[in-house]
């Protein structure tokens, strides 16, 4: 009997702190919800420059651990972007206009991006993890959004059967204050997801051309 009411309690604290969980995030109405995504659309239409570090968290729907990198980024706009991750191991990866360059044991292997759809649609979304703003966008994605502590979160479904494909769902997360992008997870239909979270953000700085070069 005493392992039963044992049991009981257990449950019903879990089920406590599942809840106040859940009621940390609330959804916004339609009103808030086109005053946060104006907010932040204004607030990525003047991020002329961005340098962070990040870490990088995947999940496979196969392992049972996940798989974690780290490394830093550099964005200038309108669409240069330099991932140069440094652990577990070093490559860097660069998007300028229609090129990407991938860098690693020294040697460099270069797309065009205009050629594959795939790789062009990679690089929109990478964009767009930078400039949240960007991603925002009725037209591809169903949207919700939230309110959860000091942020706002805004949960993307693609309305695009191809790229469904790809991706199930994304999840953006912005500071309230400063409006940058601070989290992005992302999932496919095999149950694989991937998180970005970003910390150190350094807006709008002077970035070298030369950092967008291979």
Known sequence: MLI???????????????????????????????????????????????QSDFTQTRQLSYMDNAIQSAGKLSFKAPGKIRWEYTSPTAYVVIFDGQTMHAIAGGRTKTTNLAANRRMQGLNDLLVGSVQGGNMLDESRFNITYYREKTNYVAVLTPKDKSLSRYIRQVELVFNNTSLLLTQVTLS???????????????????????????
């Open 4 to 50: 039963l009411k044992h049991n009981t309690l257990v449950l019903a604290l879990l089920l406590l702190c599942c809840t106040a969980g859940f009621a940390q995030r609330k959804a916004l109405t339609a009103t808030e919800s086109a005053a946060v995504k104006a907010k932040i659309t204004a607030s990525t239409q003047n991020l002329q420059s961005l």
């Open 188 to 214: 496919d239909p095999a149950g694989d997801s991937t998180q970005l979270v970003f910390t150190n953000q350094r807006k709008n700085t002077s970035i070298p051309d030369a950092t967008f070069q291979p």
